[in-house]
């Protein structure tokens, strides 16, 4: 199966500081990848949608200026949390479509998510 | 706008005993729904989906859903619950019209199976 790899499954970090998220398809090229945001026992949030060589497009109320996100290549695309506050812990968890199928019936393969505790 | 509800913050099941988790949608088209599992930390799972055909969905774990069009519900349906299935169970809708394949989630059910 499609498999969606993140890095670092967890990460503490001071006030201020910038922390870099990334998310591989290890056995697929994905032209478009999201980015979510979980509180606990909630639903995922949308943040943004990326696509491979294009910017990122952003849901209504994420800053975009404070959640950098670059689709470098078709298996990887990064969010990077600058200067981060206590507010923007959280878990973030990516997806990615499988390119290989189209017309609507791909599935998002989500990855195992990352953990941010900012200080 | 697409949504979709579960109207159930938990479910409560005794190991070997039918589970039902429910799910509502609302879309303007044809919806393509989706079934998730998250378990404790981690991302989310898939379980099966619905595009076009046969109602009855077959998935992963011995998972089914039914998707019944005038009901505008796609429950979520085993048999027989094991304890390890309790987790996150999340539905999910996409509008056929949205070239990125965004998707909208429910609030999410957990299920909570006991020995």
């Known amino acids: 199966g499609a498999v969606v790899s993140q890095h670092p499954s967890w990460v503490i970090c001071k006030s201020g500081t910038s922390v870099k998220i990334e998310c591989r398809s290890l056995d697929f090229q994905a032209t478009t990848m999201f980015w979510y945001r979980q509180f606990p026992k909630q639903s995922l949030m949308l943040m943004a949608t990326s696509n491979e060589g294009s910017k990122a497009t952003y849901e209504q109320g994420v800053e975009k200026d404070k959640f950098l996100i670059n689709h470098a290549s078709l298996t990887l695309s990064t969010l990077t949390v600058t200067s981060a506050h206590p507010e923007d812990s959280s878990f973030y968890i990516c997806?990615?479509?499988?390119?290989?199928?189209?017309?609507?019936?791909?599935?998002?393969?989500f990855g195992p998510g990352t953990r941010l505790l900012v200080l | 706008a697409q949504s979709v509800a579960q109207p159930e913050d938990q479910v409560n099941v005794a190991e070997g005993n039918p589970l039902t988790v429910k799910c509502t949608y609302s879309v303007s088209g044809n919806p393509y729904l989706f079934w998730y599992v998250q378990y404790p930390n981690r991302g989310l799972q898939f379980l099966l989906k619905?595009?076009?055909?046969?109602?009855l969905v077959k998935g992963s774990y011995g998972f089914e859903a039914e998707f019944n069009k005038s009901q505008t519900s796609f429950h979520l349906k085993k048999p027989s619950a094991l304890v390890s299935d309790s987790a996150l169970y999340f539905c999910?809708?996409?509008?056929?019209?949205?070239?990125?394949?965004?998707?909208?989630f429910g609030a999410g059910t957990q299920v909570v199976v006991t020995p």
């Open positions: 997806s990615a479509r499988d390119r290989r199928t189209s017309g609507g019936a791909e599935t998002q393969y």
């Open positions: 999910a809708v996409r509008d056929w019209k949205d070239s990125w394949g965004k998707l909208q």
């Open positions: 619905y595009i076009t055909g046969d109602n």
